[in-house]
């Protein structure tokens, strides 16, 4: 998958660069020929540096913080894994050339919609909606959000979860090792949609 994404470094133009997210061990230790933006959470020695990230109610907020400067950015957007996704377009658009101003308020302007990050109400029911491809980290920053939503009082919390079946045998050992890790979750319910228990091999061994 590196090398496909990465062809762009390879085969585009002279003037091209990347900017990339050197919290990421792949991206941090690769070969670029291009000019390389960084961009990070933990990595403090990053062009860009996002900190104090939170979640306040519908906001998701921090400081983006570059050559000396510190920059606060709030998104109607839940979820706390979005601070790189900010933090990298923050980047992109001071290499076009925008102003910290007009980057804040592109990002106030920002709303999600469909079935990608939004959340939103049906029935009188509060829905935060996810769709898209499967993988234990998706799940678990799906989760990590659904924690950080708050509720009404006596209201309940409930998680509709895919597993992760596109991974021919290893499917059911990722999967089992993905529930484990559910308990470390404030959901009230989990329901699972997904291949039907005739699907399980008879001689899997779930311990």
């Not at 890790?181 to 470390?184: A, I, K």
């Given at each position: 998958?590196?090398?496909?994404?990465?062809?762009f470094?390879?085969?585009?133009?002279?003037n091209?660069?990347?900017?990339?997210?050197i919290?990421?061990?792949?991206?941090?230790?690769?070969?670029f020929?291009?000019?390389?933006?960084?961009?990070?959470?933990?990595?403090?020695?990053?062009?860009?540096?996002?900190?104090?990230?939170?979640?306040?109610?519908?906001?998701?907020?921090?400081?983006?913080s570059?050559?000396?400067?510190?920059?606060?950015?709030?998104?109607?957007?839940?979820?706390?894994?979005?601070?790189?996704?900010?933090?990298?377009?923050f980047?992109?658009?001071?290499?076009?050339?925008?102003s910290?101003?007009?980057?804040?308020?592109g990002?106030?302007?920002?709303?999600?919609?469909?079935?990608?990050?939004?959340?939103?109400?049906?029935?009188g029911?509060?829905?935060?909606?996810?769709?898209?491809?499967?993988?234990?980290?998706?799940?678990?920053?799906?989760?990590?959000t659904?924690?950080?939503?708050?509720?009404?009082?006596?209201?309940?919390?409930?998680?509709?979860?895919?597993?992760?079946?596109?991974?021919?045998?290893?499917?059911?050992?990722?999967?089992?090792?993905?529930?484990l890790?559910?308990?470390?979750y404030n959901?009230?319910?989990?329901?699972?949609?997904?291949?039907?228990?005739?699907?399980?091999?008879?001689?899997?061994?779930?311990?």
């Open positions: 998958i590196a090398h496909d994404k990465l062809s470094d390879r085969l585009g133009e002279k091209k660069f990347a900017v990339i997210n919290d990421d061990d792949i991206l941090r230790n690769y070969n020929n291009s000019r390389v933006v960084t961009c990070g959470i933990t990595h403090k020695e990053a062009d860009y540096v996002a900190e104090n990230v939170r979640q306040d109610g519908i906001w998701l907020r921090m400081d983006i570059y050559k000396g400067k510190s920059v606060p950015i709030q998104i109607n957007i839940p979820g706390e894994h979005n601070a790189y996704n900010a933090v990298l377009a980047a992109m658009a001071k290499e076009w050339g925008l910290d101003e007009e980057i804040q308020e990002f106030m302007a920002y709303k999600s919609q469909g079935i990608r990050q939004n959340l939103c109400e049906v029935a029911r509060v829905m935060y909606i996810d769709c898209f491809n499967i993988s234990v980290d998706s799940i678990k920053s799906c989760l990590r659904l924690d950080s939503i708050e509720v009404a009082p006596g209201s309940r919390k409930i998680a509709v979860l895919s597993g992760e079946n596109a991974l021919g045998e290893d499917a059911y050992p990722v999967n089992y090792e993905a529930g890790t559910l308990g470390d959901a009230d319910e989990f329901i699972f949609v997904g291949l039907p228990e005739t699907a399980l091999p008879e001689d899997y061994n779930y311990y």
